[in-house]
């Protein structure tokens, strides 16, 4: 392998801003926004970054990319929050990853100054914001695609796990504090990610 071609030991970001929502406490937080509908936040972006959201407005929703700041141990097989069966951790949204990046596409309700006021927030408050995409719709849908082993899990399991919120579950043999910063929905009387 050449030096121009090895990997890089590290990579290093600065956050852009904070994520502020509803959400404090990791195990009362929906895993993925379509079980935190209704849920409002913001992304609150650092005034050095605010001409970068020129134009953004005229997009209904956003997919903001951030730090699970409180994602436990990397683990490589882990137990996903919609199934009991050990899976690898690349073919889950589980947040102890060897990254702990998380992704969400939120609803874009208006932007005010360096803030984005956004809905259908599964955030940890306090998170700290990496970068902010358009969702564009012809970019970013995929017609024929498939959900690996989430098509086995019926829709009623899916959706009391996804509501239910960040639970303490050891991966395959390791352990590890599962509670992370991806943040989700306080239930109210409804009740993952894979």
Known sequence: MSKTSRVPRTISYRPIGVIRSEHRDPEKTPIQPCYARGCKGRAVVLPEYAKGLKDLDRFSHVILLYHLHKAGSPLLTVKPFMD????????????????????????????????????????????????????????????????????????????????RGYRQRSGTGTGGDLTKGLGHRRLRARGSSS
Not at 99 to 106: E, T, Y
Not at 117 to 122: A, F, G, Y
């Open 84 to 163: 009991d069966v050990p899976r690898g951790v690349f073919a889950t949204r589980h947040p102890c990853r060897p990254n702990a990046i998380g992704m969400s596409v939120v609803r874009l309700l208006r932007v005010e100054g360096s803030t984005l006021h956004v809905e259908d927030v599964d955030i940890l408050d306090g998170t700290p914001l990496l970068d902010i995409k358009p969702f564009v719709r012809r970019l970013d849908s995929v017609r024929r695609s498939h959900g690996g082993w989430t098509e086995q899990v019926d829709a009623k399991t899916a959706r009391v796990r996804g509501r």
